[in-house]
Nanobody, 112 residues
Framework: QVQLVESGGGLVQAGGSLRLSCAAS?????????IRWYRQAPGKTREWVAT???????NYASSVKGRFTVSRDNAKPTVYLQMNNLKPEDTAVYYC?????WGKGTLVTVSS
């Protein structure tokens, strides 16, 4: 089992930036893991945001492509989500996920 802890959320004005972190512990073997970021806005279903795979390849939802960047530090191990040019519609609780394991989320609020 893996424990995932998100951090870095907060209140930011539209156009601003935040960097979220997802710290992993437990049954992590080397750098062989895939981490996904999801978000859930108030009153909406959880949606996928980004993925970083074992070799470092990344994929993004169309709504965040070009603004968000996911990266990883295998030594820690920690995965980051750099969010630039934030918009009010990015307001949500952001979660990281590995297989069946989820963190508790971190709240991002973007004011207009």
């Amino acid at each position: 089992q893996v424990q995932l802890v998100e951090s870095g959320g907060g209140l930011v004005q539209a156009g601003g930036s935040l960097r979220l972190s997802c710290a992993a512990s437990g049954s992590i073997f080397s750098n062989i893991y895939v981490i996904r970021w999801y978000r859930q806005a108030p009153g909406k279903t959880r949606e996928w945001v980004a993925t970083i795979a074992t070799g470092g390849s990344t994929n993004y939802a169309s709504s965040v492509k070009g603004r968000f960047t996911v990266s990883r530090d295998n030594a820690k191990p920690t995965v980051y989500l750099q969010m630039n040019n934030l918009k009010p519609e990015d307001t949500a609780v952001y979660y990281c996920n590995k297989d069946l394991d989820w963190g508790k989320g971190t709240l991002v609020t973007v004011s207009s």
